[in-house]
């Protein structure tokens, strides 16, 4: 019995083909890498910078760009002023394109499903977008603050939010993105939860 799982074993070698590896040779031009490695490029101009004299000088700069940035973002551009009260809802569902599939690998959204983000996560809060450059705009959210007992978000689309802070002693917050699609092109706006499912702008 064991000579025949032997001649089986030695049968089956005999009849699967050699893996050989083989040099085909090189096809087409090959070139060396010329171009500076980008990290040892960068400390190379430190380098400079720092024997020149021009270090500090560089750093001072970033800051003061981080800074200004901080304290007055760019504004959103193509915003203008609302001049007529109006409303509307908003459905924010999309459809799926692909399975979606959280860190495990297990699918909670497949390809062609419908998906509402508001029927898994609620808001609470009231989301207010203004000029903070306008003070009519500014005194309107403030009074919103008040109203809600805090429970809104004043989100600057011009203006320094951290001016406003410091003056106004109410958190601002701002976005250097265009405005939410469920919002209109005009300031100021606000945004809530109008039922399930559903915002209102």
Request: glycine share 6%; with cysteine; proline share 3%.
């Amino acid at each position: 019995m064991r000579n025949a799982l032997i001649m089986a074993v030695v049968g089956c070698l005999a009849l699967t083909p050699a893996s050989v590896a083989e040099d085909y040779g090189t096809l087409g031009a090959t070139f060396e890498i010329t171009e500076q490695d980008l990290l040892e490029w960068i400390a190379e101009r430190l380098r400079q910078a720092d024997e020149a004299g021009m270090l500090d000088q560089l750093n001072e700069d970033f800051r003061e760009r981080v800074e200004r940035s901080v304290n007055r973002p760019p504004a959103v551009q193509g915003i203008g002023t609302t001049v007529e009260t109006r409303s509307w809802l908003y459905d924010p569902s999309i459809t799926v394109t692909e399975d979606i599939a959280d860190h495990n690998g297990v699918v909670f959204a497949h390809e062609g499903q419908q998906v509402n983000p508001l029927d898994m996560v609620s808001l609470r809060r009231r989301y207010v977008f203004i000029d903070g450059d306008d003070e009519d705009q500014v005194a309107w959210a403030l009074r919103q603050h008040e109203e809600l007992e805090g429970l809104i978000s004043i989100i600057l689309v011009k203006g320094s939010p951290m001016d406003l802070m410091r003056s106004r002693q109410v958190r601002f917050f701002s976005t250097r993105r265009a405005c939410l699609r469920t919002s209109s092109r005009s300031r100021p706006s606000q945004l809530r939860c109008a039922r399930k499912g559903a915002l209102s702008a």
